[in-house]
């Protein structure tokens, strides 16, 4: 008997090409941007799960186009670690489930975008780093992913979000959105403003060595955060790397400067008590040994050299980012509350300064690796 089914994940299940009964659906947590659900079949074999997600095409105005991306990447790290004889292959790289015209996604009858993926069982997301080992293993997962994906070849991959982490760019953004106030929301952020006017003068640093051709283009993550990485539940070695709907041309130290900001401060992104904010140095320790023991071959001297300055540029944007939304209405980032964008600025911007504080600590470091 069928239970917990909502009526309309029948049509939805039925766009994609899995030769089961559907059972069950949960909702499953994670992300800002996408809905995601566990949908379980019943199967010949026995019960099995997959994971569906409803694109949000107001942050990602052409699925086609992700999930163009989204296919070649995955196809390719399949490849990849196919030649490598990696064991477990099924957990070890996202898995795209077919429609029945043969696509990666299928719009429903109100022109919804859908995508499914076989579900990785026996795996976990952390949401913030808890442990030096869970930081190496997380900057292993994306030093590989870079690495693994250095020799997909043309064409060149959508640019699926336009300047998505060109630092002056936002800080263009966040000067129109006070300059508009539209919500009257201006004063209550005048200190926030304040802070990310002030490093003006450092945004754009990698914009410029990248333009002097001192930093290549690399197929970057461009969302390179704990919760990203899979985990096994029993061993806690990495996975594999998920959400990958901003998977596109970048920087090799804009997946590295989000993994310093999502990874170093054991605090929540939205903490209220901004004492607890303060990054950790055994935490990048073992995350930069975990990034460069899989990555290093692949990074030029100017890349090496600003490993550290990414982590407090992209904690820097992140942090102009939700200030921007807060300012615009909130209408990129899922929000529980009115001040929620705002309160994630505020540890973004607190663990900016506590980098500062130890920048020298943290490039002596990465040079003794």
Same mark, same amino acid.
């Given at each position: 008997?069928?239970?917990?089914?909502?009526?309309?994940?029948?049509?939805?299940?039925? /766009?994609?090409?899995?030769?089961?009964?559907?059972?069950?659906?949960?909702?499953?947590?994670?992300?800002?941007?996408?809905?995601?659900?566990?949908?379980?079949?019943?199967?010949?074999?026995?019960?099995?799960?997959?994971?569906? &997600?409803?694109?949000?095409?107001?942050?990602?105005?052409?699925?086609?186009?992700?999930?163009?991306?989204?296919?070649?990447?995955?196809?390719?790290?399949?490849?990849? /670690?196919?030649?490598?004889?990696?064991?477990?292959?099924?957990?070890?790289?996202?898995?795209?489930?077919?429609?029945?015209?043969?696509?990666?996604?299928?719009?429903?009858?109100?022109?919804?975008?859908?995508?499914?993926?076989?579900?990785?069982?026996?795996?976990?997301?952390?949401?913030?780093?808890?442990?030096?080992?869970? %930081?190496? &293993?997380?900057?292993? %997962?994306?030093?590989?992913?870079?690495?693994?994906?250095?020799?997909?070849?043309?064409?060149?991959?959508?640019?699926?979000?336009?300047?998505?982490?060109?630092?002056?760019?936002?800080?263009?953004?966040?000067?129109?959105?006070?300059?508009?106030?539209?919500?009257?929301?201006?004063? %209550?952020?005048?200190?926030?403003?304040?802070?990310?006017?002030?490093?003006?003068?450092?945004?754009?640093?990698?914009?410029? /060595?990248?333009?002097?051709?001192?930093?290549?283009?690399?197929?970057?993550?461009?969302?390179?955060?704990?919760?990203?990485?899979?985990?096994?539940?029993?061993?806690?070695?990495?996975?594999?790397?998920?959400?990958?709907?901003?998977?596109?041309?970048?920087? %090799?130290?804009?997946?590295?400067?989000?993994?310093?900001?999502?990874?170093?401060?054991?605090?929540?992104?939205?903490?209220?008590?901004?004492?607890?904010?303060?990054?950790?140095?055994?935490?990048?320790?073992?995350?930069?040994?975990?990034?460069?023991?899989?990555?290093?071959?692949?990074?030029?001297?100017?890349?090496?050299?600003?490993?550290?300055?990414?982590?407090?540029?992209?904690?820097?944007? &992140?942090?102009?980012?939700?200030?921007?939304?807060?300012?615009?209405?909130?209408?990129?980032?899922?929000?529980?509350?009115?001040?929620?964008? /705002?309160?994630?600025?505020?540890?973004?911007?607190?663990?900016?300064?506590?980098?500062?504080?130890?920048?020298?600590?943290?490039?002596?470091?990465?040079?003794?690796?």
């Amino acid at each position: 008997m069928e239970v917990n089914v909502p009526p309309n994940f029948h049509a939805i299940a039925d /766009l994609f090409l899995v030769p089961g009964r559907l059972i069950d659906v949960q909702s499953h947590a994670g992300g800002h941007i996408n809905d995601s659900y566990r949908l379980t079949f019943a199967l010949p074999e026995g019960d099995r799960r997959f994971l569906v &997600q409803r694109i949000n095409a107001t942050v990602l105005p052409n699925p086609e186009h992700v999930m163009e991306n989204i296919q070649r990447v995955t196809r390719h790290l399949t490849r990849r /670690l196919q030649d490598q004889r990696v064991r477990d292959l099924g957990r070890r790289v996202l898995t795209l489930v077919e429609t029945h015209s043969g696509r990666m996604f299928a719009h429903d009858d109100s022109g919804t975008c859908w995508r499914m993926y076989e579900f990785i069982e026996g795996a976990r997301v952390v949401q913030a780093c808890a442990s030096p080992r869970q %930081a190496e &293993q997380a900057g292993r %997962a994306y030093g590989t992913f870079q690495s693994l994906l250095a020799d997909l070849g043309s064409p060149r991959l959508h640019e699926i979000l336009p300047d998505f982490h060109h630092t002056p760019r936002r800080l263009e953004a966040l000067e129109k959105a006070v300059a508009a106030d539209r919500y009257g929301r201006v004063a %209550a952020a005048r200190r926030e403003i304040d802070f990310a006017r002030a490093h003006r003068p450092q945004a754009g640093r990698l914009v410029a /060595l990248h333009e002097a051709g001192e930093i290549a283009e690399r197929i970057v993550h461009n969302d390179a955060k704990m919760s990203n990485v899979l985990l096994d539940e029993v061993t806690g070695d990495w996975l594999c790397v998920t959400d990958l709907d901003t998977v596109m041309p970048g920087l %090799a130290l804009y997946d590295f400067g989000d993994m310093v900001r999502s990874m170093t401060c054991p605090a929540a992104e939205d903490e209220r008590d901004l004492d607890k904010v303060e990054l950790q140095m055994p935490l990048f320790e073992a995350l930069a040994r975990g990034y460069l023991a899989t990555a290093a071959a692949l990074l030029a001297p100017a890349e090496r050299d600003n490993l550290v300055f990414a982590g407090k540029l992209i904690t820097l944007e &992140q942090g102009v980012r939700f200030l921007t939304d807060f300012l615009c209405g909130d209408t990129y980032y899922k929000t529980d509350r009115p001040d929620h964008n /705002l309160a994630r600025c505020r540890t973004q911007f607190k663990l900016v300064e506590s980098i500062e504080r130890h920048e020298s600590e943290m490039a002596e470091l990465v040079r003794r690796l």
